[in-house]
């Protein structure tokens, strides 16, 4: 199986951990399809850890935790697709899952055989608890070959978050996407930091294997997290904003992580802005790069990327706490000044349109703040 452009949908890990259940799932697939997420392009729902027994079954089969999911993984991923949703789990390539339940060493065929019983369609698949004689590309490639064998297309969800330079072998698993880097917190300094991590990884996202950047945080505001658990201050709205403007132009997928049956108006209008997905989803997925022209600081970051119709995709990204003055021009994208063409730029959060300096973008962007603009080229 191949997929074309980056999986979007949600992830119950960043807001509820351990503490899901089947009544949370099948809300949240409710609210997904209300709410228009559904709409916007949201289609995987997906359990993370914390969903099995302790114990495997006298098959040596994973068993669905019977009093947080007492009508088992098939009747919700039927529920699921009943939504025109899509279902997705979690295992590990260790003895353990990160949070301690039973994870897939050994048992990679049998866990991919339940997985296609159950009618998952994407599996998210962590790094935890591997014996340390195996290099992990062995563990990845064993349950690629066990999903690529079990009679369903299966999603592989590579999570070994950018460990043993994953980037130059993840690609021989069979895996559609690769975490590149740690688990996200829901603060400035997390996305900030994820974001100068993955510089060097961006010439490795492409076609049918997407760097993973994790879950967004967007909706989380300051509630994170549950009993005392990776407690942070939060984020504000405008960093929310940056921060799924960066996944969007980087080619991230985007899987929410917040409580969405209960986000707020703003949370909603980042994520479900037309504009930034269409950037994210784009046909063509051409690289991403970082202008060099005028660059100042290393956390005052402009990137570009060509869309499938051959207009532009520019992200302004100031990184740093106080405002900063960016002014670019288009050169180094190939738009040359005899080109002949008119050129149009028009910000996607506000809708206006960007007045050009002599062919240059010269533009204040606050601290935290971003623009993502699309750029069309127009016959004159
Ligand atoms: C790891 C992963 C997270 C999450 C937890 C679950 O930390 O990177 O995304 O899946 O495990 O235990």
């Known amino acids: 199986m191949i997929i074309k452009t980056p999986p979007m949908g949600w992830n119950t890990w960043n807001t509820f951990g351990d503490k899901i259940d089947e009544k949370l799932v099948r809300e949240t ?70 949070a301690g339940f039973p ?11 339940t997985f296609a019983e159950w009618e998952v369609d994407y599996l998210k698949y962590d790094f935890c608890y591997h014996t340390g004689t195996l290099e992990g590309k062995f563990f990845y490639r064993r349950m690629g070959a066990a999903l690529a ?32 880097t740690h688990d996200i917190q829901n603060s400035w300094a997390s996305i900030k930091s994820i974001t100068q991590q993955q510089a060097r990884l961006i010439p490795y996202n492409g076609h049918g294997c997407f760097n993973d950047m994790d879950m967004l945080v967007v ?14 201050n939060g984020c504000t709205e405008l960093d929310h904003k940056t921060h799924f403007s960066i996944w969007c132009m980087f080619g991230s997928p985007l899987m929410i992580g917040c409580d969405i049956r209960k986000m707020s108006d703003g949370a909603k209008a980042i994520l479900t802005n037309k504009e930034a997905i269409a950037i994210n989803q784009d046909g063509a997925y051409n690289q991403v790069y970082r202008l060099t022209l005028d660059r100042g600081p290393e956390d005052a ?21 106080g405002e900063y003055r960016f002014v670019f021009g288009f050169d180094e994208m190939g738009i040359t000044t005899h080109c002949g063409k008119d050129i149009e730029v028009t910000e996607i959060w506000t809708g206006e349109r960007e007045e050009l300096v002599s062919g240059t973008i010269n533009t204040v962007v606050e601290g935290h703040g971003c623009k993502l603009y699309r ?6």
Not at 67 to 80: C, E, Q, R, T, V
Not at 219 to 232: L, N, P, R, V, Y
Request: net charge negative.
């Open 103 to 113: 994870g897939s060493y050994d048992h990679e065929y049998i866990d991919a055989a």
């Open 29 to 98: 697939a409710d609210f997904i399809v209300e709410s228009g997420l559904r709409d916007a392009g949201y289609e995987y729902v997906v359990i993370d850890d914390c969903w099995s027994e302790l114990k495997r079954d006298e098959n040596g089969r994973l068993v669905a935790d019977k009093n947080k999911f007492p009508s088992g993984m098939k009747a919700l991923a039927d529920y699921i697709h009943s939504k025109g949703l899509k279902f997705g789990m979690y295992s590990c390539c260790g003895a353990l899952t990160c």
């Open 149 to 180: 064998n079990c009679g369903r297309d299966i999603v592989f969800s590579a999570c070994s978050w950018g460990m043993e330079e994953t980037q130059e072998w993840v690609k021989t698993t069979g895996a559609h996407l690769w975490r590149s």
């Open 301 to 321: 970051l402009v990137c570009a990327r060509m869309l499938e119709n051959g207009d532009f995709a520019i992200g302004v990204f100031n990184l740093m706490d």
């Open 219 to 232: 909706g989380m505001d300051g509630k994170s997290f549950i009993d005392g658990f990776w407690q942070t």
């Open 375 to 380: 750029l069309k080229l127009i016959q004159k």
